[in-house]
């Protein structure tokens, strides 16, 4: 199975397609994987075409703690090092509540239906949070985190050794403090 067969096998549209109600076969032979970067691998080789990831971004699902893109006649396991999704920017209203934006021009606040939850990568512990349904998960880009994390500083506040910010009435761990 190609890439551009996995393609072919998503019907574009505008919003999430039902990949909850698919069950195709599994379809195994090919390796996609995406890195600590969130840079997108099909068989080892980075897939630059963008239209492709964010197509391929749509069609996800998390099934016991295991990525798959998921069409209607195949479900091909992905590699996950920390997310799918990247978080490149975050914004503020005036009452404090936090919309954040993917490398998919996705974007979603941070409440209650998107929470974070801090998971231990390479000995840190870095926020993740819940991008959409079905359990999709993103996480800070570099820049974003230390700007997240300056905003968390300053707006925030710790508790048991944790760092929490508030959202949309909710509260948030961003970081555990040594």
């Known amino acids: 199975m190609s890439i551009s067969d996995i393609a072919k096998n ?13 069950n195709p076969d599994l379809c195994i032979g090919q390796t996609i994987s995406i890195d600590r970067n969130g840079d997108w691998f099909y068989n080892n080789s980075i897939i630059k075409n963008s ?8 069609v996800l699902r998390n099934d016991d703690g ?13 590699e996950v090092a920390v997310a799918p999704y990247v978080i490149t920017d975050f914004e503020c209203d005036s009452l404090g509540n936090i919309k954040c934006i993917t490398n998919f021009d996705f974007a979603f606040d941070l409440d209650k239906d998107h929470p974070v939850k801090l998971r231990e990568i390479e000995d ?55």
């Open 10 to 22: 998503i019907q574009h549209s505008s919003s999430f397609p039902p990949v909850d109600k698919w």
């Open 51 to 58: 239209k492709i990831k964010k197509l391929f971004s749509t």
């Open 66 to 78: 295991n990525y798959f893109l998921v069409t209607p006649v195949e479900k091909v396991p992905v």
């Open 124 to 178: 840190k512990f870095l926020p993740v949070f819940k991008v959409r349904d079905l359990n999709i998960e993103g996480f800070l880009n570099r820049n974003t985190y230390y700007r997240f994390l300056n905003y968390a500083v300053d707006k925030g506040h710790v508790k048991d050794d944790i760092l929490f910010i508030n959202s949309h009435g909710e509260e948030f761990p961003i970081g555990k403090i040594d």
